[in-house]
């Protein structure tokens, strides 16, 4: 059974920088694809930044140049640093892994950012 946990969410001031962390764990032989989403209130989860094998890192507009994301293969984590927050940023992240044929998901952890 595969398991992702996530952490790092969190209250941030604007302007202010968080670390997303998700570890994946169980019977692990391939990961495909490393991605996070988030989902605001009322609107529909949205693709943040993506890592698939054979690609290159791709991210929303919105969060280019302020995002990014890293993997470390040999953990089985993939993370998200996230820098100069907006409050347009608030919402529960969610990794995705794609591992052999199927999918995986993280828990969420939400992610406010205000003053």
């Known amino acids: 059974q595969v398991q992702l946990v996530e952490s790092g969410g969190g209250l941030v001031q604007p302007g202010g920088s968080l670390r997303l962390s998700c570890a994946a764990s169980?019977?692990?032989?391939?990961?495909?694809?490393m991605d996070w989403y988030r989902q605001a209130p009322g609107k529909q989860r949205e693709l943040v930044a993506g890592s698939s094998s054979g690609t290159g890192i791709r991210y929303v507009a919105s969060v280019k140049d302020r995002f990014t994301l890293s993997r470390d293969n040999a953990k089985r984590t993939v993370y998200l640093q996230m820098n100069s927050l907006k409050p347009e940023d608030t919402a529960v992240y969610y990794c995705?892994?794609?591992?052999?044929?199927?999918?995986?998901w993280g828990q969420g952890t939400q992610v406010t950012v205000s003053s």
């Open positions: 995705r892994m794609v591992i052999g044929s199927r999918e995986y």
């Open positions: 169980g019977s692990i032989f391939s990961i495909y694809a």
